[in-house]
């Protein structure tokens, strides 16, 4: 059962222990996306253990970061 050391989840190796996990941009763009408040939807859309081809992953990820830095704007946040 994990217990938060590093190791224990891509997510939490990625946002908690600032190790690298997957690539060096697809950890910055899942970063972003929690940052932004996308934590829920990530962990609904993708199985960190087992994620799509990182090309496909890494567009999929800027169109949810892209998506959430509009809505962040439209509420009045500076992103």
């Known amino acids: 059962m994990p217990n938060g050391k590093p190791g ?4 939490t190796d990625i946002i908690s ?7 060096e941009e697809i950890d910055k ?6 940052q932004l408040g996308g934590t829920k939807e ?7 253990f087992s994620p799509p081809p990182f090309s496909q992953f890494q567009r999929s990820l800027e169109e949810i970061r892209d ?8 509420r009045g946040w500076e992103v």
Do not use: G
């Open 42 to 48: 990530l962990e609904q859309s993708f199985n960190l």
């Open 29 to 34: 763009l899942i970063t972003e996306i929690v």
């Open 8 to 11: 224990d989840h891509p997510f």
């Open 17 to 23: 222990w600032k190790k690298r996990t997957l690539s």
């Open 67 to 74: 998506r959430l830095v509009n809505e962040a704007r439209e």
